[in-house]
């Protein structure tokens, strides 16, 4: 794992999210920024996968659950080579497969759909389930976000998924602490957040989610011997990257334009 | 037909070890056979149904053929946006069951009614919805959606349809006529067919002849018999346990109307777009809200001015 190159990748896709969001005018842009380091340290070092045959039996899977930052992810695909650069621009315009929301048709690399939250840990939980009847060894990755967490279907996946030992699966919480409209300690608390996750079975690890060396070595460490699923709880700020972004509900919401796009591709050279 | 299905199910497995069954906690001693024989393929995610779609929508992404099986409306009005977006989106091989179609768990009360699921799960796109009228046409639904592409849902009842033509043969999509006639025809689906069977007996005394049309299929609609009937009948009627709104029949108005096969009379029988709150059992349910064999027979001959 080289660090720089990661956090080069991170920044690469921070400057695509801009850009989309920019072209198109759509939203979320902070819930992107918020885990563009995440997404450099798997796509970047982490998942096993293939490019030029996305369907490869032995790849990695990774679901993004928080789909409304579906923008990072194929930010991401692109730089790792999935589909050209270009098709980026397409990004929420009439007649394009990038949907706000990620979905996966029409575009490689994308294993899953999502946009109405909590579906991505259950689904991906069903993926790890498989792998275990088929006795596969490839890993199963989620990305949540903590806002998330208050959808109820959550919880059942993390009591299956505790109950079935599926130690073939981790799923990564961008714990920003924002959602929709207030932070999530205000709309519905979430802590003690690590002992709830623990008391449901599964091991916890606590990390900043914007350090890509700290990142890449929980991810990728050698738990397959402890029968839990894993959960990785990464400290993060929403629009980071951005000074003006960083920690505003607003940028949940708002595509940066004129000034506010120049300034925040500035911070980002 | 919930045993039909449980048999049908156990001949699949024996050949396929992709075949996976998932309950959210209901069939209590019926799936004892199947978890003995083939234990890795058997799961209870608990009484979760959000979550019995979900894992079966992500076993069926890794190559897996999936079924999952819950009461009344739980396998499909409380998981329905998990059909929606990662069943059916991702058109994946995921075969939802309820046992307890229309007024089969009655007393049980409204929460056990399944009545709109019909009309509900024929409006999503990439599901097959099918809705046997006896043991033979569930165990033949079972195999044929085990093999079909997309996301099935099987609505199984509690009341047996008689079985009629035994020489039949069982496609999705094509319907079965169980009896010929001349002058009504009985679209029908469910084991309701057997009060269809009583009231064509009594039309016959009154000197009406019908034809009984099992269209165990719902969506796809079988249209080529549906333009045959109704240019050959005086007055076509479609029978359902359910919501007579978006339903059977509103997919035979739609088609007949949109193709200009427009029979003469047309008649919906079912649940007219209301709960009940009164206890029965099914048979009580179906005479309480007019779709026994008694007043189909009466508004027919109503219908016909007879």
Same mark, same amino acid.
């Given at each position: 794992?080289?660090? *720089?190159?990661?956090?080069?990748?991170? *920044?690469?896709?921070?400057?695509?999210?801009?850009?989309?969001?920019? =072209?198109?005018?759509?939203?979320?842009?902070?819930? =992107?920024?918020?885990?563009?380091?995440?997404?450099?340290?798997?796509?970047?070092?982490?998942?096993?996968?293939?490019? *030029?045959?996305?369907?490869?039996?032995?790849?990695?899977?990774?679901?993004?659950?928080?789909?409304?930052?579906?923008?990072?992810?194929?930010?991401?695909?692109?730089?790792?080579?999935?589909?050209?650069?270009?098709?980026?621009?397409?990004?929420?315009?009439?007649?394009?497969?990038?949907?706000?929301?990620?979905?996966?048709?029409? =575009?490689?690399?994308?294993?899953?759909?999502?946009?109405?939250?909590?579906?991505?840990?259950?689904?991906?939980?069903?993926?790890?389930?498989?792998?275990?009847?088929?006795?596969?060894?490839?890993?199963?990755?989620?990305?949540?976000?903590?806002?998330?967490?208050?959808?109820?279907? *959550?919880?059942?996946?993390?009591?299956?998924?505790?109950?079935?030992?599926?130690?073939?699966?981790?799923?990564?919480?961008?714990?920003?602490?924002?959602?929709?409209?207030?932070?999530?300690?205000?709309?519905?608390?979430?802590?003690?957040?690590?002992?709830?996750?623990?008391?449901?079975?599964?091991?916890?690890?606590?990390?900043?989610?914007?350090?890509?060396?700290?990142?890449?070595?929980?991810?990728?460490?050698?738990?397959?011997?402890?029968?839990?699923?894993?959960?990785? =709880?990464?400290?993060?700020?929403?629009?980071?990257?951005?000074?003006?972004?960083?920690?505003?509900?607003?940028?949940?919401?708002?595509?940066?334009?004129?000034?506010?796009?120049?300034?925040?591709?500035?911070?980002?050279? | 037909?919930?045993?039909?299905?449980?048999?049908?199910?156990?001949?699949?497995?024996?050949?396929?070890?992709?075949?996976?069954?998932?309950?959210?906690?209901?069939?209590?001693?019926?799936?004892?056979?199947?978890?003995?024989?083939?234990?890795?393929?058997?799961?209870?995610?608990?009484?979760?149904?959000?979550?019995?779609?979900?894992?079966?929508?992500?076993?069926?992404?890794?190559?897996?053929?999936?079924?999952?099986?819950?009461?009344?409306?739980?396998?499909?009005?409380?998981?329905?946006?998990?059909?929606?977006?990662?069943?059916?989106?991702?058109?994946?091989?995921?075969?939802?069951?309820?046992?307890?179609?229309?007024?089969?768990?009655?007393?049980?009360? @409204?929460?056990?009614?399944?009545?709109?699921?019909?009309?509900? @799960?024929?409006?999503?796109?990439?599901?097959?919805?099918?809705?046997?009228?006896?043991?033979?046409?569930?165990?033949?639904?079972?195999?044929?959606?085990?093999?079909?592409?997309?996301?099935?849902?099987?609505?199984?009842?509690?009341?047996?349809?008689?079985?009629?033509?035994?020489?039949?043969?069982?496609?999705?999509?094509?319907?079965?006529?169980?009896?010929?006639?001349?002058?009504?025809?009985?679209?029908?689906?469910?084991?309701?067919?057997?009060?269809?069977?009583?009231?064509?007996?009594?039309?016959?005394?009154?000197?009406?002849?019908?034809?009984?049309?099992?269209?165990?299929?719902?969506?796809?609609?079988?249209?080529?018999?549906?333009?045959?009937?109704?240019?050959?009948?005086?007055?076509?009627?479609?029978?359902?346990?359910?919501?007579?709104?978006?339903?059977?029949?509103?997919?035979?108005?739609?088609?007949? @109307?949109?193709?200009?096969?427009?029979?003469?009379?047309?008649?919906?029988?079912?649940?007219?777009?209301?709960?009940?709150?009164?206890?029965?059992?099914?048979?009580?349910?179906?005479?309480?809200?007019?779709?026994?064999?008694?007043?189909?027979?009466?508004?027919?001959?109503?219908?016909?001015?007879?």
């Amino acid at each position: 794992m080289i660090e *720089n190159e990661l956090k080069l990748l991170a *920044n690469k896709i921070r400057r695509h999210a801009i850009k989309m969001t920019s =072209i198109g005018g759509s939203s979320h842009v902070g819930s =992107i920024l918020s885990i563009a380091d995440i997404l450099a340290v798997l796509y970047g070092a982490v998942l096993n996968f293939k490019p *030029n045959q996305p369907d490869w039996p032995d790849r990695d899977r990774f679901i993004l659950s928080k789909g409304h930052a579906g923008a990072g992810v194929y930010a991401a695909l692109a730089e790792s080579g999935f589909f050209s650069v270009d098709i980026l621009k397409t990004h929420y315009q009439n007649g394009s497969n990038l949907s706000g929301h990620v979905s996966h048709k029409g =575009i490689p690399g994308v294993e899953f759909s999502t946009g109405s939250l909590g579906h991505g840990l259950p689904v991906t939980a069903g993926m790890a389930l498989a792998a275990k009847i088929d006795k596969k060894n490839h890993h199963f990755f989620v990305l949540m976000s903590d806002g998330e967490c208050n959808e109820g279907s *959550n919880w059942e996946a993390i009591m299956f998924a505790s109950h079935h030992r599926l130690n073939n699966l981790t799923a990564i919480i961008d714990r920003n602490m924002l959602q929709s409209i207030h932070s999530t300690e205000e709309t519905l608390e979430l802590e003690p957040f690590a002992e709830k996750w623990k008391s449901f079975g599964w091991d916890v690890i606590e990390v900043d989610g914007h350090h890509c060396k700290n990142l890449f070595d929980e991810l990728t460490k050698d738990r397959i011997s402890n029968n839990k699923p894993l959960c990785i =709880i990464a400290n993060t700020t929403k629009g980071k990257g951005v000074s003006f972004m960083e920690n505003k509900v607003l940028w949940h919401y708002r595509s940066p334009k004129g000034d506010e796009f120049d300034n925040a591709i500035k911070e980002l050279e | 037909m919930r045993d039909s299905f449980i048999q049908s199910l156990i001949s699949i497995a024996k050949k396929d070890k992709d075949l996976v069954l998932l309950t959210a906690d209901l069939g209590f001693v019926i799936f004892d056979e199947f978890e003995s024989m083939f234990p890795g393929q058997y799961f209870n995610v608990g009484v979760a149904e959000q979550n019995l779609t979900s894992i079966a929508s992500g076993l069926a992404l890794e190559g897996k053929k999936v079924f999952t099986y819950s009461l009344g409306n739980f396998p499909t009005l409380r998981c329905l946006e998990q059909i929606r977006n990662d069943a059916c989106y991702h058109n994946l091989n995921v075969n939802i069951v309820a046992s307890g179609g229309g007024f089969s768990y009655g007393q049980l009360g @409204m929460s056990h009614h399944a009545t709109e699921d019909i009309s509900i @799960m024929r409006a999503l796109p990439n599901v097959t919805v099918v809705v046997p009228s006896n043991p033979w046409e569930a165990e033949q639904a079972t195999q044929e959606l085990y093999k079909s592409e997309g996301v099935g849902y099987l609505r199984l009842d509690k009341t047996n349809g008689v079985q009629k033509n035994l020489d039949s043969i069982f496609k999705i999509g094509k319907s079965i006529s169980i009896q010929n006639g001349d002058d009504v025809c009985f679209i029908v689906c469910g084991g309701i067919i057997n009060e269809v069977i009583n009231s064509a007996k009594s039309l016959k005394e009154a000197g009406v002849s019908s034809e009984i049309i099992s269209m165990h299929t719902i969506k796809p609609l079988d249209e080529k018999i549906l333009a045959k009937v109704s240019k050959k009948y005086k007055l076509v009627v479609s029978v359902e346990e359910g919501n007579v709104l978006g339903g059977l029949g509103s997919a035979i108005s739609e088609f007949c @109307m949109e193709s200009g096969h427009i029979p003469q009379k047309f008649m919906k029988i079912g649940l007219k777009d209301t709960y009940s709150s009164i206890v029965g059992d099914q048979a009580y349910l179906r005479s309480k809200y007019q779709m026994d064999a008694n007043y189909i027979t009466e508004a027919i001959l109503r219908k016909l001015s007879i």
